[in-house]
């Protein structure tokens, strides 16, 4: 069965600090990779997906980069975080778009920034 | 562009009553609308789906209908448990990307 990590769960980073978040999916080859960021009590905003490895599609101008160095790894990163960074960051993977699948997500556990 | 809205107020109901939540889009008809739940502090779970050209879809307590008249989605929970409390969040599917709503959070009392 498909499985999906995230880590590290929690952290707190000082301003100005680089992030580097990571995610993982076992049990699927070539699986879409999404990264959501949810402010509190807010819903889920993309942050980027990748549909193969080195294909990443930015969806909102920010802080951020994210990387997908291997079919089954992505990784969100900054080099410089600021506050607005804070969040809950989650990761997910999807099948491609093909005939025949419904499309839904499967997410990890999320990773909490707190960016101070 | 398109835009997923769920009504943001906390949904109140009593333990065994329907629940009933909106999710409306603004501009066309999506091909599917999918709906999830997630609890605190977790990832959303998927629960269902429904085509376009489906009316309604049922899963043991759960059903959706799909209006593209009224541009609307609505998720019912028969026989609420205090269990059900969550935030219940509706997406589309546009190619490769997942669009969420906002979600309702929805808290069935004893």
């Known amino acids: 069965s498909q499985t999906i990590h995230q880590w590290p769960a929690t952290l707190v980073q000082p301003v100005g600090s680089p992030l580097s978040l990571e995610c993982t999916v076992e049990g699927t080859s070539n699986p879409n990779l999404y990264w959501y960021r949810q402010a509190a009590g807010r819903g889920l905003q993309l942050l980027f997906y990748s549909v193969g490895i080195g294909q990443i599609s930015s969806e909102v101008p920010q802080n951020l980069s994210a990387s997908r160095p291997q079919d089954r790894q992505f990784i969100l990163s900054s080099k410089k975080l600021l506050l607005s960074d804070s969040g809950f960051y989650l990761c997910?993977?999807?099948?491609?778009?093909?005939?025949?699948?419904?499309?839904?997500?499967?997410f990890g556990e999320g990773s909490r920034l707190t960016v101070l | 562009s398109q835009k997923i809205e769920q009504n943001s107020e906390a949904l109140n109901i009593q333990e065994g009553k329907t629940a009933t939540l909106t999710c409306n889009y603004t501009n066309y008809s999506p091909a599917y609308l999918q709906w999830y739940r997630q609890d605190p502090g977790r990832g959303p779970v998927f629960l269902l789906l429904?085509?376009?050209?489906?009316k309604e879809k049922r899963k043991e307590r759960l059903k959706v209908t799909f209006d593209t008249t009224l541009k609307q989605s609505l998720f019912h929970i028969t026989a609420s448990q205090p269990a059900d409390s969550a935030t219940y969040l509706c997406?589309?599917?546009?190619?490769?990307?997942?669009?969420f709503g906002g979600g309702t959070r929805l808290m069935v009392k004893p």
């Open positions: 997406a589309e599917r546009a190619g490769n990307m997942l669009t």
């Open positions: 997910a993977w999807g099948e491609g778009q093909a005939t025949g699948v419904t499309g839904e997500l499967f």
């Open positions: 429904i085509r376009e050209n489906e």
